[in-house]
């Protein structure tokens, strides 16, 4: 919900303070969505009590960060007035929602990870 009224929201008299780091729209949107892949993971194992195939629920959590990244940035492109959809932008989501799924994966499958079933 945040990240929807964020995205889509026209802060046009709002002067953010200058920050002059190259590329840090990119790395913003890379952790928002590794966070949201990681999140939405979590919470369909809780949902699932853990009933729900692991790889079944990593896979539809990288579609879906995906494509909401996608509708997100269209959105933005032809609806607001003063932000522009970025395919780089949506390019650094799905690099960060198929990194967040790597990280699950990776945390799932190790001796001391959680365990995908109750």
Not at 6 to 28: M, Q, T
Not at 66 to 90: A, H, K, Y
Request: charged letters at 20%.
């Amino acid at each position: 919900m945040f990240v929807t009224f964020s995205s889509l929201f026209s802060f046009g008299n709002v002067k953010p303070p200058k920050i002059d780091i190259p590329h840090l729209d990119k790395a913003v949107h890379f952790i928002f969505y590794a966070v949201a892949c990681v999140l939405g993971i979590l919470f369909l194992r809780e949902r699932s009590r853990g009933k729900m195939n692991f790889l079944k629920g990593l896979f539809a959590m990288v579609i879906f960060t995906v494509v909401f990244g996608i509708i997100i940035e269209v959105l933005q492109f032809e609806f607001t007035e003063n932000r522009q959809g970025d395919i780089l932008d949506g390019i650094a989501n799905t690099i960060g929602s198929f990194c967040g799924a790597l990280t699950m994966k990776w945390y799932f499958s190790t001796k001391r990870g959680l365990k995908w079933k109750y």
